[in-house]
């Protein structure tokens, strides 16, 4: 397999922030939640996409 140094950064702040929130999921979406709401920039919410019906041919 071929190394990807992209990758290896992402996984490894992953592991990281997971680390720092003690593996919580919780903990670790209050976290983003806080941090969005500090931020300045504006929050695009889009609702849900609606599948395709299968064509009955």
Known sequence: MIR???VEE???YRQEHSEK???DL???C???RSRQ???KKEVVSRGPRLAK???GS
Request: overall charge positive; proline content about 5%.
């Open 10 to 12: 992402i996984r490894r």
């Open 37 to 39: 709401t500090r931020s």
């Open 53 to 55: 019906q299968a064509n």
């Open 26 to 28: 919780k903990k670790i």
């Open 30 to 32: 209050e976290a983003l």
């Open 21 to 23: 929130y003690d593996y």
């Open 4 to 6: 990807d140094p992209i």
